[in-house]
């Protein structure tokens, strides 16, 4: 290990900007996204992402929205969930009204994937690992 390196021991939250935050939350809802419980901040939305920790359960991880007074920050960027079942969850998001950018397919690093944009351009990759 790099003696300059930053213990870093986890990733806890990824947080994207968004410019209608009801809008937001209806479509990660939609996809089965569970919200973290917990009072409501105007303006801001947390879901909880994997398990809550202890031996051989990776920790939480927190999927946040920003609602900001101009929108969406610019620029481009992808977020990658692991999912247990690729071509389930791409079926329940279709179900859900939600467009991908391409059906499931298996990627020559090794996942089995797929895309979606969220309302403010953000491109989701719902992934597997292959066997």
């Known amino acids: ?12 939250a ?6 209608d935050i009801a809008r937001s939350m209806a479509f990660y809802d939609a996809l089965g996204f569970v919200r973290k419980p917990g009072p409501e901040v105007p303006g801001f939305a947390s879901f909880v992402l994997g398990g ?26 992808r977020a990658i969930f692991h999912v247990a079942d690729v071509d389930a969850f791409y079926a329940r998001v279709t ?13 020559p690093w090794g996942e089995r994937y797929f895309h979606v944009v969220d ?6 990759s719902f992934a597997k690992p292959l066997a």
């Open 95 to 107: 179900e859900a009204g939600a467009t991908p950018e391409f059906a499931p397919r298996d990627a």
């Open 119 to 124: 309302p403010d351009g953000h491109e989701l």
């Open 14 to 19: 990824v947080t994207l900007t968004v410019s």
């Open 1 to 12: 290990m790099n003696e300059r390196a930053a213990p870093i021991l986890s990733l806890s």
């Open 52 to 77: 809550q920790g202890g031996e051989g359960v990776a920790a939480a991880c927190y999927l946040n929205l920003l609602e900001t007074p101009h929108g969406a920050v610019g620029g481009w960027g």
